[in-house]
């Protein structure tokens, strides 16, 4: 049993296209990010879920039950906003509180889980204070309270990081992590920051064209993309993506990329075409050991110390790489170098629609 | 040079005083002669220095016109027309507001379908003149056999405010972002429970600047009251023209001086009471503050 199905989604407004038989299956208790650019239906997807929207096509169900048809208050959501949406003239206790006074849940219990919630996020110093007293990672944390002491059955943000600054941000991710371990609560979050889905999701659902263009665990997203665009959205800095061609030889078909004189499998059934080469900079390396030696003397650009790790900048003759190698490995700006290639985790793509081969 | 600017600037400054008293006296002018004439005997109005202080200063006009100033048979001077005038205001002021609120809020955050062309009649609405639809009113009253009662005066404010009221709330409404009702539908608030509990709430100011602008418009209403209160509800301007305006006798300048003040002190008391959030909820929907 789903906690959250949906079947064929479409939403337009007046002649404006965003979802177009959209269709996903949430578990129960998985942290489910919905990640695109800015357009994408991300959004527009998560107010229908909350019932905010009306569906143009298709059905919701949350379990069992078709909740397509109910408004917000009768499918057991809460929700947390980009801009908070506290209540400006109720206290940080008063706006927790209001959806369970809306729901007529008795006072105790109402004080016991404004208690709970307030210890969770560590608001009990502040409960009597107004919104407008509150810094903004404080407000977001009411705003996430407000919404767990619903005890809903499923949980939705929307972006509600983006007002924060970067370190707030980190704090904030974490706290969200961590609630949703202890919850054990479904819940589906929307942004556009490839960190946060990366960092906090245990599924991703990457958007684009108010279509899904991949759903799977992070790691698959990152390790396994189906196609060119998911490829190329995941992953700081981004994936090295080269244009090659696939031929016909005595050994079976082979990449042939400029620049490189070995034999690189093409994946198998693969007919003669033009491809992209998609390679994370973090299979590039400066050693051969196992790796098979991808360009000879590329040069060096740029080199980006980053801590641990140094970002690689290279001129190579298949175009420009990059690579991640530790600080202590990293080449000299101007030097030239070869570059060896995990040939395992290539990943390759239809150069016309992207398609992973 | 440093020192001929100081000059100067105190030389400028001089002059904006001189300017800003000389107009504040004169807009203060007949409000002087008002209450000088009210304070003096009819025999020191008479030798007709009118800018003069009284000699002996007296609320015997303010007495008479209170209480005992004769309007044709009637005795009781404008004290009548007050109470008149409040059981007239308190309703008409409170539903005004209220139906004015409402109907900002469902235009402002309800996007239904048609709710801007909604907006615009109602914007038209503000704009036609009282007195073309005064002798409809007339008819449509006297038909369902109202016509000069309390009910039918109040329904006119009532009616003649609401495109203003509407608009004014709408314009404010329309200022909170729309994230905050989305918010509330998903606690499980409905379109009452949101009204009551967080938009009115919010509204402070821009309640305070409607209490402000019916309360003077109502009491200082003439035409209305004298065509659809009739002779039981007359407010207390109608009843001020009846004492001032007498076609025989001597006139009596010092009582209907205290009566004018009398009647004008009520709308002076709100304005005194709230001019500081006056001004600042008139321009609050403008700032987003």
Same mark, same amino acid.
Request: proline content about 5%; glycine content about 8%; hydrophobic content about 50%.
């Given at each position: ?162 007002? $924060? ?8 991710? $974490? ?183 | ?289």
């Amino acid at each position: 049993m789903h906690a959250v199905t949906l079947r064929h989604i479409g939403k337009s407004f007046g002649s404006n296209t965003i979802l177009n038989g959209l269709s996903l299956d949430i578990e129960a208790g998985d942290f489910t990010v919905l990640l695109g650019s800015s357009g994408c239906g991300k959004s527009t997807l998560l107010s229908l879920i909350a019932g905010l929207d009306d569906v143009s096509a298709g059905r919701i169900h949350f379990g069992d039950r078709d909740v397509t048809d109910l408004p917000p208050k009768d499918r057991d959501i809460a929700m947390v906003f980009q801009s908070y949406a506290l209540y400006p003239t109720m206290s940080v206790r008063d706006n927790m509180s209001f959806g369970l006074r809306m729901t007529q849940v008795p006072k105790n219990e109402i004080a016991e889980r404004i208690d709970w919630a307030a210890k969770l996020l560590r608001l009990e110093d502040h409960l009597d204070r107004k919104p407008g007293q509150l810094s903004g990672g404080q407000r977001q944390r009411v705003a996430i309270g407000r919404a767990i002491v619903r005890k809903a059955k499923v949980y939705l943000f929307d972006e509600p990081l983006s007002n $924060l600054d970067a370190k707030l941000r980190a704090e904030m991710r $974490l706290e969200i992590k961590r609630l949703h371990q202890a919850l054990g609560a479904t819940m589906i979050y929307v942004t556009h920051d490839q960190v946060e889905a990366m960092t906090m999701a245990t599924k991703v659902a990457l958007m684009r064209n108010g279509q899904i263009e991949q759903y799977g665990p992070p790691e698959d997203i990152y390790n396994h993309p189906q196609t060119r665009y998911v490829a190329e959205f995941v992953g700081s800095p981004a994936v090295n993506m080269l244009d090659a061609q696939l031929v016909e030889g005595p050994l079976g078909t082979l990449i042939a990329l400029p620049g490189c004189d070995a034999p690189l499998a093409a994946p198998k059934n693969a007919a003669p075409q033009k491809v992209s080469l998609g390679i994370r900079p973090e299979h590039l390396h400066l050693k051969a050991d196992t790796h098979t030696l991808l360009q000879r003397q590329a040069q060096v650009e740029v080199v980006e110390f980053t801590g641990a790790d140094a970002v690689v900048w290279l001129h190579a003759p298949a175009g420009r790489l990059c690579i991640r190698v530790p600080s202590s490995d990293a080449p000299r700006t101007g030097e030239r170098v070869d570059v060896f290639v995990d040939a395992s985790a290539m990943a390759v793509f239809d150069a016309q629609d992207g398609q992973r081969l | 040079m440093n020192h001929r600017h100081k000059n100067r600037q105190i030389a400028a400054r001089l002059g904006l005083y001189a300017f800003l008293l000389a107009a504040g006296a004169f807009f203060l002018m007949p409000l002087y002669v008002m209450l000088v004439t009210s304070l003096k005997p009819a025999e020191e109005i008479r030798q007709g220095a009118m800018l003069a202080l009284p000699h002996a200063p007296t609320l015997d006009a303010f007495a008479e016109a209170w209480g005992s100033a004769c309007t044709g048979l009637d005795c009781r001077g404008i004290s009548p027309g007050f109470v008149n005038s409040l059981v007239i205001l308190v309703p008409s002021v409170v539903l005004s507001i209220l139906l004015g609120a409402i109907n900002g809020y469902a235009l402002a955050q309800w996007r239904f379908p048609g709710a801007d062309k909604l907006a615009a009649a109602i914007t038209v609405g503000v704009f036609i003149p009282v007195q073309v639809v005064m002798l409809p009113m007339v008819k449509i009253f006297a038909f369902v056999g109202l016509q000069g009662s309390l009910i039918s005066i109040v329904t006119v404010h009532v009616v003649f405010s609401l495109p203003f009221m509407a608009l004014l709330f709408r314009n404010f409404f329309a200022s909170i972002p729309d994230e905050l009702t989305r918010a509330a539908l998903v606690d499980g608030a409905g379109f009452w429970s949101i009204f009551f509990w967080i938009m009115l709430p919010m509204s402070t100011n821009v309640l305070l600047v409607a209490l402000v602008l019916q309360f003077t418009h109502i009491w200082n209403d003439y035409l209305l009251g004298l065509i659809f209160a009739g002779r039981d509800w007359k407010p207390m301007t109608v009843q001020l023209n009846n004492i001032v305006n007498v076609a025989e006798g001597e006139v009596r300048y010092n009582v209907n001086m205290a009566a004018t003040l009398l009647t004008a002190i009520p709308p002076l008391i709100v304005y005194f009471l709230s001019g500081k959030y006056f001004v600042r909820g008139v321009t609050a929907g403008a700032t987003k503050g």
